[in-house]
Antibody, heavy 122, light 106 residues
């Protein structure tokens, strides 16, 4: 069965960096685009980034553009989110999400990991 | 950017009752509209795609309707297990979510 396991969250200070990882199993990883979606405590869902199946194309939300970078390693079946210049407003649970096709325009979020909490606080 | 306005933000209904949640898009999104259910402390789960298509395993008491800018999620006979937050998502142009609707059981 499909599994997505996020890791790398924690408590960090403003201005620092963190890299999240998402290990995928149970499906042919290099056939699908992957997303990161976040949810601030007690708030709604916010799309963060998407990467295509082959890793050649990606898009990022305006709120994180220039600070966050999505990437993937199809040999390790893992997708990453490098987060730099972190701000208090980046505090959230970050979910790794599988989509239903390969391109960056594949935006249906068909399977979600359990999430990893990132807290940005001094 | 396409904005999604979801209403109500909270509703309370009795077991067996009918529940309707509305989602409005600021631009025409065709039928590129999905609904997700999120239970407390859990990840969201896809219920409906393309506005009306129920995902496998989702109870038939859930249904979706609409196109263009106005969409509805209906639970025909509310069950205790349906207590959750529900989010709409447009995926016509990038991806944006409604603010969510918390459904409580009276």
């Amino acid at each position: 069965q499909v599994q997505l396991v996020e890791s790398g969250g924690g408590v960090v200070q403003p201005g620092t960096s963190l890299r999240l990882s998402c290990a995928a199993s149970g499906f042919t990883f290099n056939n699908y685009g992957m997303h990161w979606v976040r949810q601030a405590p007690g708030k709604g869902l916010e799309w963060v980034a998407v990467i295509s199946d082959n890793g050649r194309n990606e898009n990022h939300a305006d709120s994180v553009k220039g600070r966050f970078t999505i990437s993937r390693d199809n040999y390790k079946n893992t997708v990453y989110l490098q987060m730099n210049s972190l701000r208090a407003e980046d505090t959230a649970v970050y979910y790794c999400v599988k989509t239903d096709c390969g391109g960056v325009d594949c935006r249906l979020l068909v399977f979600w990991g359990q999430g990893t909490l990132v807290t940005v606080s001094s | 950017d396409i904005q999604m306005t979801q209403s109500p933000s909270t509703l309370s209904a009795s077991v067996g009752g009918r529940v309707t949640i509305t989602c409005r898009a600021s631009q025409n999104v065709g039928r590129w509209l999905a609904w997700y259910q999120q239970k407390p402390g859990k990840a969201p789960n896809l219920l409906i795609q393309k506005a009306v298509d129920l995902e496998s395993g989702v109870p038939s008491r859930f249904s979706g309707s609409g196109s263009g800018t106005e969409f509805t999620l209906t639970i025909s006979s509310l069950q205790p297990d349906d207590s959750a937050a529900y989010y709409c998502q447009q995926y016509s142009s990038f991806s944006t979510f409604g603010q969510g609707t918390k459904v409580e059981i009276k």
